[in-house]
């Protein structure tokens, strides 16, 4: 783009007067960028490497919306409401501070679906910042320029706003406006502020054109037969979903429609902490070899990085494109989905691992969104896992109310008659600190069952506690992994806890029984408040 056309471009959302414009460069021009500002090195692979201390993760309690008299707009825990003025005001100070930066301004899509993609802008102060989000999106369909992008994402890592004058609450911010179709990031540097800044405008626009907007994985198999992972951080879409078995759709944003499945993005955003090179190798490759972004991996003295280390953080990070995936399906696109895999990483040892559910008990367990929050998703989380409810599989994502999700999704298991599945990749054998987590094979194993269409009609019996239908038999799992009671030595010590969480259910779904039908609510746990 010409820089005049981006000049008036830029002037449009209040930047006036840039001084150095980097427009849609390649990923080795980004990179050599990066170097010469010293923002990372390179690991012994090629990828490139930085550390966004103190940022590591992303700031749920740094994230505003600005309000704009929508009766469906919905604040997340932590989000707030943020009125047209302060928002005025914190803009204009970012804006007049960015255009004294060299500017990286990116145009990119989201959205796979050549009906449903919008036009994206990212300008940013960091270069990899860039480069992530030319690994993350989807490349324009042709060389003309963007002009009135759909959203415009700005982010200032080196502005600093003042919490005592901006109406915010530390130097950190987030902040979405609708009607502006602007995201302003300043402070932070953790990447996954830009990804899940746009996946939160794709949530807020998608559902107003009846199209279902998910918080999951998808791929799909030879004969056309997709399946979705839904879960928050760390229980394993990524992983699950990079099978060399099958093509993959995309590991985290996709969209539902009358087609089918629709990626939003055009690339991956994995977890690394602890990752095997033998469980996981597509994504091992993808994230040794240049163009790969990653954050907050230590490096030991021959550039080789750590991926087993928590120095910096346990939210380690690696972005690259889907085309490092050998078995990527590049159109983005599937099916009507077949299997729909919720899944949960339970720290109380007390969920069965594979549950067949009922449409009425996939609302249920979609708006309660339960799983254990892993340590360094979020900034302020300890060592260990808390339990926390999320509505949809993610809640700071969704800025409309949840039951606008959750009745979308029920409308389209019934049209296509989906198979619903809970399952659960967290820890058997007791909770966390005494039992084990499940072991990857065994869950692939499930997975594979599943896939093949073994347990559709297989027997099962009822929990008596939870009332899910777990398979009597899955080739290969023991019983005392089909049956969690079976691995605890104490059964009164399973019994307590499994109330217990059953109880933190039923409690967290009140919020809901006013925007669900009675068969919904009485779809959990057979227990009484």
Same mark, same amino acid.
């Given at each position: 783009?010409?820089?005049?056309?981006?000049?008036?471009?830029?002037?449009?959302?209040?930047?006036s007067?840039?001084?150095?414009?980097?427009y849609?460069?390649?990923?080795?021009?980004?990179?050599?960028?990066?170097?010469?500002?010293?923002?990372g090195?390179?690991?012994?692979?090629?990828?490139?490497?930085?550390?966004?201390?103190?940022?590591?993760?992303?700031?749920?309690?740094?994230?505003?919306?600005?309000?704009n008299?929508?009766?469906?707009?919905?604040?997340?825990?932590?989000?707030?409401a943020?009125?047209?003025?302060?928002?005025a005001?914190?803009?204009?100070?970012?804006?007049?501070?960015?255009?004294?930066q060299?500017?990286?301004?990116?145009?990119?899509?989201?959205?796979?679906?050549?009906?449903?993609?919008?036009?994206?802008?990212?300008?940013?102060?960091?270069?990899?910042?860039n480069?992530?989000?030319?690994?993350?999106?989807?490349?324009?369909?042709?060389?003309?320029?963007?002009?009135?992008?759909?959203?415009?994402?700005?982010?200032?890592?080196?502005?600093?706003?003042?919490?005592?004058?901006?109406?915010?609450?530390?130097?950190?911010?987030?902040?979405?406006?609708?009607?502006?179709?602007?995201?302003?990031?300043?402070?932070?540097?953790?990447?996954?502020?830009?990804?899940?800044?746009v996946?939160?405008?794709?949530?807020?626009?998608?559902?107003?054109r009846?199209?279902?907007?998910?918080?999951?994985?998808?791929n799909?198999?030879?004969?056309?037969?997709?399946?979705?992972?839904?879960?928050?951080?760390?229980?394993?879409?990524?992983?699950?979903s990079?099978?060399?078995?099958?093509?993959?759709?995309?590991?985290?944003?996709?969209?539902?429609n009358?087609?089918?499945?629709f990626?939003?993005?055009?690339?991956?955003y994995?977890?690394t902490?602890?990752?095997?090179?033998?469980?996981?190798?597509?994504?091992?490759?993808?994230?040794?070899?240049?163009?790969?972004?990653?954050e907050?991996?230590?490096l030991?003295?021959?550039?080789?990085?750590?991926? %087993?280390?928590?120095?910096?953080? =346990?939210?380690? *990070?690696?972005?690259?494109?889907?085309?490092? $995936? @050998? !078995?990527?399906?590049?159109?983005?696109?599937?099916?009507?989905?077949?299997?729909?895999?919720?899944?949960?990483?339970?720290?109380?040892?007390?969920?069965?691992?594979?549950?067949?559910?009922?449409?009425?008990?996939?609302?249920?367990?979609?708006?309660?969104?339960?799983?254990?929050?892993?340590?360094?998703?979020?900034?302020?989380?300890?060592?260990?896992?808390?339990?926390?409810?999320?509505?949809?599989?993610?809640?700071?994502?969704?800025?409309?109310?949840p039951?606008?999700?959750?009745?979308?999704?029920?409308?389209?298991?019934?049209?296509?008659?989906?198979?619903?599945?809970?399952?659960?990749?967290?820890?058997?054998?007791?909770?966390?600190?005494?039992?084990?987590?499940?072991?990857?094979?065994?869950?692939?194993?499930?997975?594979s069952?599943?896939?093949? %269409?073994?347990?559709n009609?297989? =027997?099962?019996? *009822?929990?008596?506690?939870?009332?899910?239908? $777990? @398979? !009597?038999?899955?080739?290969?799992?023991?019983?005392?992994?089909?049956?969690?009671?079976l691995?605890?030595?104490?059964?009164?010590?399973?019994?307590?806890?499994?109330?217990?969480?059953?109880h933190?259910?039923?409690?967290?779904f009140?919020?809901?029984?006013?925007?669900?039908?009675?068969?919904?609510?009485?779809?959990?746990?057979?227990?009484?408040?």
């Open positions: 783009m010409e820089r005049k056309r981006l000049e008036q471009e830029l002037s449009k959302i209040g930047i007067n840039p001084q150095t414009i980097f849609n460069l390649n990923r080795a021009e980004l990179v050599e960028a990066a170097l010469t500002k010293q923002e090195k390179f690991s012994h692979a090629g990828a490139f490497v930085v550390n966004t201390s103190p940022y590591t993760g992303r700031s749920p309690n740094d994230k505003y919306l600005v309000t008299g929508d009766p469906d707009l919905w604040f997340a825990s932590g989000t707030q943020m009125d047209g003025k302060t928002y005001a914190l803009k204009a100070k970012l804006m007049a501070h960015i255009q004294q060299p500017l990286f301004v990116r145009d990119m899509r989201a959205g796979a679906d050549p009906d449903q993609t919008l036009k994206i802008r990212i300008i940013s102060d960091l270069a990899w910042h480069l992530t989000a030319s690994n993350m999106f989807i490349p324009r369909c042709d060389n003309e320029p963007i002009t009135d992008p759909d959203l415009t994402v700005v982010v200032d890592t080196s502005f600093a706003a003042d919490p005592a004058t901006d109406g915010v609450r530390s130097p950190a911010f987030i902040i979405m406006n609708f009607e502006e179709k602007l995201v302003l990031i300043g402070t932070t540097r953790y990447a996954g502020e830009i990804k899940k800044s996946f939160t405008f794709m949530n807020y626009v998608m559902p107003k009846h199209v279902l907007s998910l918080h999951c994985s998808a799909v198999g030879a004969a056309g037969d997709v399946a979705l992972f839904f879960g928050l951080s760390g229980t394993g879409k990524t992983t699950l990079s099978d060399p078995q099958r093509r993959l759709i995309g590991d985290d944003e996709h969209g539902w009358e087609q089918g499945v990626n939003f993005e055009g690339g991956c994995a977890k902490i602890r990752i095997n090179p033998e469980l996981e190798p597509l994504v091992w490759s993808a994230i040794n070899r240049f163009g790969c972004l990653l907050n991996v230590p030991n003295a021959q550039r080789q990085p750590d991926f %087993d280390s928590s120095a910096i953080t =346990e939210n380690t *990070r690696a972005s690259y494109p889907l085309d490092f $995936i @050998p !078995n990527y399906e590049p159109s983005g696109q599937g099916g009507h989905p077949k299997h729909i895999f919720l899944l949960t990483a339970d720290a109380f040892g007390v969920l069965p691992p594979l549950a067949k559910l009922t449409i009425e008990q996939a609302m249920y367990y979609f708006l309660s969104g339960y799983t254990s929050k892993l340590a360094g998703t979020e900034r302020g989380l300890g060592d260990k896992p808390e339990a926390t409810f999320s509505a949809c599989f993610g809640a700071p994502f969704l800025p409309l109310k039951s606008i999700y959750a009745n979308l999704l029920a409308e389209k298991l019934a049209q296509h008659q989906t198979h619903v599945w809970l399952l659960n990749t967290g820890w058997s054998g007791g909770g966390f600190g005494v039992g084990k987590r499940i072991a990857l094979p065994l869950t692939r194993a499930m997975i069952a599943v896939l093949s %269409d073994q347990l009609d297989v =027997e099962t019996h *009822r929990h008596p506690i939870f009332n899910l239908d $777990i @398979p !009597n038999e899955v080739e290969g799992v023991p019983q005392n992994v089909l049956n969690p009671e691995a605890w030595t104490d059964q009164a010590a399973y019994q307590r806890e499994a109330l217990q969480l059953a933190r259910f039923a409690d967290n009140k919020k809901y029984e006013k925007t669900v039908l009675p068969e919904v609510s009485a779809a959990g746990p057979g227990v009484a408040l």
